[in-house]
């Protein structure tokens, strides 16, 4: 069993709030870098924070003071990724737009490792706390990335329009990495805007 948060191990020394010493920014990146490599080394299942702690070189207290569970470290770890964001929409043609968001997005999950991927899929069927994290980190990117797309387009498109994006783009992305397992080129990018996409946006 895990220690109990707030207890002190060998060399990790804690110190009242008043007086605590700055949160270390390189040892948050540590435990997250850790965390994201063993998830996709080993999944989310057998992923421990002692597994987590000995890689990144913390003690299980300084993550337990971090984070609450393994769901919580998880998320962080996911949403604290390298920073990245869809190119701005021109909000002059829609297809030009579109384009450009979903080329991006489908880089963006090409280039996760899918063993990353298929380990959180396995959390988030199996831990109701890692879903509820992770739905709140995806609905959110999800809304950066379409809602401004949706709002400078310049022909009429169906009610929902940015949550029907986000619902189809990314899962038909996914579907294309994960199972089929073959490339989201620029032939794939055109056919899922042109085929899929607009045809479900335009507004009969």
Known sequence: MPPARGTPEPGDTIRSPAMGRPRDSGRDLAILD??????????????????????????KTTIYRRYRDKAALVAAAVDGRPPAAPPPPAGK???ADLLAVVGWLAQSVAGQAVGLLGALFTGLR?????AQEMRRILRRDEAAMFDELVRRATEPLVPGAAALLAEVAPAVIVHRVVVVGEPCDAAFVTHLVDDILRPLLRRS
């Open 126 to 130: 199996n831990d109701p706390r890692l």
């Open 93 to 95: 043609d829609l297809r």
């Open 34 to 59: 850790a965390t994201r490599s063993l998830l996709t080394e080993a999944g989310y299942e057998q992923l421990s924070i002692e597994a987590v702690a000995a890689r990144s070189g913390a003690a």
